[in-house]
C-alpha cells in the first residue's frame, strides 16, 4: 500500500463522524422521486450534490431532461448532475453513476423511528434513513472519497466523473437518451464504469457483481360491464372480469416460481457443470433470506437452487390487480374492469422482443380457451434488458484486490436479481466495461421499512472505493 493510499484509509477511519453527519444531512431531504408532492425536495438534494461537487473543486454542471406527467400533472424532471475531478492524459478515466432520489416512506407504513431523520443505533452501529443504504450512503462513500484526498492535500489517482440522476426509482425517465446523447461529449474518454447501487449476498461477506436480471412488463386488462354491478342481482348472469383474469394469471407460474409460459424457459443457456460450481462455493446461507423475509418460505432447502433462482434463471412475479375491490369489509361488486399486473426478470440469453411474443401468446390462447364475452388487452411496458460483463477485465481485478485489502477476502463474484436499465445503457453507448461494486448489505432493508447502512459498511465501503480506484492506477500502467 503507498504512503497517499494508506493516509486516504487512515483518514476515512479516523473522520467517521463526517461521514455520519453528511448522511444525516441528506437523509433529511426527502427526495421522492415517484410523488409530485415532493419533487421541490428531489430537486434540493440535486443541489445539494452540484453545491457539494463543487465545494470539493469538482467541475459540475446541471441537465436539464424536461417534463413528465406524475399523478395526473405536468413537472418538471429532476436535472442529471454531472462532474469531474481530474483530467490527467496519463491516468485512467472512471465514471461513477449514482442516484439521488429514494423510494417513498412514512413512520406510519411500520418504521421504528422517523424515515426522513438518520437514527444512529449506537448498540448495533446500524444507521437507519429512507436513503441511507440506496443511494445516498454510497454517493457520499464517493464524495468523501474525493474530499479525503482534498485535505490531505493528495492527488486522485485516476480521473473521476460522476453522472448523478434523480429519477431511478421512478424508471430512470430520459436518463437513457441523455448518456446517448452525450456520449461522445460529456462522456468523452472514460475508461471503465463503476456503480454503486447493490448489495452483498449476506451479511458477512463482500461482493464484486458483474450481472443484473432484465425485466419486461405487463398490464393484463379484462373489461365487461359498462359499469361495477351487484353480485346478488348480476352474479351468475354475466361474464366477470376478476374471474377470467385469475384464470389467466394463474397459468403464467406455478406456486413453485416454474414459469408455464410455452417458450419462456427455452430460451435460457444451459447450466454447465463448471458454472453449478460457483453457486456451490459462494458464502451464503439459506437462513439470509430467511432473515431477509421474516419467513420460511423459500421454494427451496438447496442453496446453489435458492441462488439460481436469484441470478440466473428468470423468474415471474404477480404483483397486483387493480380496479378491485381492496379496502376493509366485505363488498359484494362485481368490478367491471380489472388490471393484472406482473412481471418477467430476464437473464442472459433471453430476447425481450422474443419474451413479450411468447407472453402475448399465451395470454391470447388462455384467453380464447375461457369463452368469454369479455375484452382482454395485454400492454407490454417498455423492457429492459439482462447485463453481464467479462470479469476478467482489468477493471474487475481492481476491485477483486481492492476488497482483498479493505475486508482480508475475495469476494464472491455475484449477480444481481434485480435490474438496473442504466448499467446497459453505458455498457453499450460507451461500450466499456461496467463493475457493480456494493456497499451495503443483503439485510439493509432497501424500499423497505427501517431502511439501514451499518457503520462499518459505510466506512470500510468508502475505503473500497478509494482502494479501488489506487489499484486502477496500479494495473493499468
Not at 437518451?177 to 456503480?195: E, P, R, Y
Not at 373489461?223 to 383474469?245: C, I, K, N
Not at 423475509?293 to 432447502?301: A, L, M, N, Q, Y
Request: aromatic share 8%; with cysteine; proline share 5%.
Amino acid at each position: 500500500m503507498s504512503d497517499s493510499q494508506a493516509k486516504f484509509v487512515s483518514y476515512i477511519e479516523e473522520n467517521q463522524k463526517k461521514l455520519i453527519d453528511s448522511l444525516s444531512e441528506v437523509v433529511s431531504i426527502p427526495s421522492v422521486s415517484g410523488d409530485a408532492s415532493y419533487r421541490q425536495d428531489v430537486f434540493k438534494m440535486g443541489e445539494w450534490l452540484k453545491n457539494k461537487l463543487s465545494t470539493l473543486g469538482a467541475e459540475v454542471t446541471a441537465h436539464d431532461l424536461g417534463v413528465q406527467d406524475l399523478d395526473g400533472k405536468e413537472v418538471p424532471l429532476p436535472p442529471v448532475i454531472v462532474g469531474s475531478v481530474g483530467s490527467d492524459s496519463s491516468k485512467k478515466t472512471v465514471l461513477v453513476y449514482g442516484h439521488y432520489d429514494v423510494q417513498p416512506a412514512l413512520k406510519s407504513d411500520g418504521w421504528n423511528t422517523e424515515p426522513f431523520k438518520l437514527h444512529h443505533d449506537e448498540n448495533t452501529g446500524c444507521l437507519f434513513g429512507r436513503g441511507s443504504t440506496d443511494d445516498k450512503g454510497p454517493i457520499l462513500g464517493w464524495l468523501h472519497t474525493i474530499e479525503a484526498h482534498k485535505e490531505l492535500g493528495l492527488e486522485l489517482p485516476v480521473n473521476l466523473k460522476f453522472c448523478f440522476e434523480g429519477m431511478e426509482e421512478s424508471g430512470s425517465e430520459g436518463l437513457d437518451d441523455f448518456v446517448v446523447k452525450n456520449k461522445d461529449t460529456l462522456f468523452a474518454g472514460v475508461d471503465a464504469v463503476c456503480i454503486s447501487d447493490n448489495y452483498w449476498l449476506g451479511t458477512k461477506k463482500p461482493c464484486v457483481t458483474n450481472g443484473l436480471r432484465g425485466i419486461a412488463y405487463f398490464k393484463l386488462s379484462i373489461s365487461g360491464p359498462a359499469r361495477d354491478l351487484h353480485s346478488g342481482v348480476f352474479g351468475g348472469m354475466v361474464h366477470e372480469p376478476m374471474t377470467d383474469l385469475i384464470k389467466i394469471m394463474s397459468s403464467l407460474v406455478t406456486p413453485q416460481g416454474e414459469i408455464t409460459i410455452p417458450g419462456i424457459n427455452e430460451q435460457v443457456a444451459p447450466l454447465t457443470d463448471e458454472e453449478r460450481k460457483i453457486y456451490d462455493v459462494m458464502d451464503f446461507d439459506i437462513a439470509f433470506v430467511d432473515e431477509a423475509t421474516g419467513s420460511k418460505t423459500t421454494v427451496s432447502d438447496n442453496k446453489p437452487d435458492v441462488l439460481m433462482a436469484r441470478m440466473r434463471y428468470p423468474s415471474l412475479s404477480l404483483h397486483g390487480i387493480e380496479g378491485a375491490f381492496a379496502e376493509a369489509g366485505s363488498k359484494t361488486v362485481i368490478p367491471r374492469r380489472v388490471i393484472g399486473k406482473f412481471s418477467i426478470r430476464l437473464v442472459p440469453n433471453m430476447d425481450p422482443a422474443k419474451v413479450i411474443e411468447c407472453v402475448e401468446k399465451h395470454v391470447e390462447s388462455e384467453f380464447a380457451k375461457l369463452k368469454s364475452k369479455n375484452t382482454m388487452k395485454l400492454t407490454p411496458d417498455h423492457p429492459g434488458k439482462p447485463w453481464l460483463a467479462d470479469p476478467k477485465h482489468w477493471n474487475y481485478e481492481a476491485a477483486f484486490k481492492a476488497t482483498e485489502q479493505v475486508y482480508g477476502v475475495r469476494p464472491d463474484l455475484t449477480r444481481e436479481g434485480g435490474s438496473i436499465p442504466i448499467t446497459l445503457t453505458f455498457a453499450d453507448a460507451l461500450q466499456k466495461n461496467v463493475l457493480l461494486l456494493p456497499m451495503g448489505r443483503s439485510d439493509d432493508g432497501a424500499h423497505s421499512t427501517n431502511e439501514k447502512l451499518d457503520l462499518s459498511n459505510y466506512v470500510k465501503g468508502t475505503q473500497l472505493l478509494g482502494t479501488y480506484l489506487y489499484e486502477i492506477a496500479k494495473v493499468t500502467q
